[in-house]
C-alpha cells in the first residue's frame, strides 16, 4: 500500500528526472508522450490520506494518485482507465500468494 507515500514520491522524483532522447522511430515535430503517472494503491483510508499530505508538501501531489481500495481490484481499474497495456513499472511490496496473483492480474 501507500502507508505514508514514500516509495510513491521516490517513483514520482525519478521519472520526473532527465528525459530520454527520442527515440529514430519518432517522427520530427511529434509531440514527446505524455509523462506516465504514478498510482499508488492503499486499503486504509487514513494511510491514503496521510500519503496524500505527504505528495502535497512534496510538490507531488500532481504526479501521483492514491487510490482507495484493494490490491486485487487496482488492475481492472488501470486497465479500464490507461488501457490493458499502459503498465510501464509495477512495484509491489507484499509477499506470498497475493503477490503472485496481483502480479497475474497485471499481466
Known sequence: GSYVGYSSSVLALARNGPQLPPSPDQ?????????????????????????????????????????????????HYVHRRFGRRSVAMLFMDHRGSLFHEDLQSFQ
Open 27 to 75: 517522427r520530427v515535430g511529434r509531440e514527446p508522450p505524455a509523462a506516465p503517472v504514478v498510482v499508488s494503491c492503499e486499503l486504509d483510508p487514513c494511510n491514503a490520506l496521510l500519503a496524500r499530505s505527504v505528495h502535497l508538501l512534496a510538490g507531488l501531489a500532481e504526479s501521483i494518485e492514491v487510490w482507495i481500495g484493494n490490491s486485487s481490484d487496482m488492475a
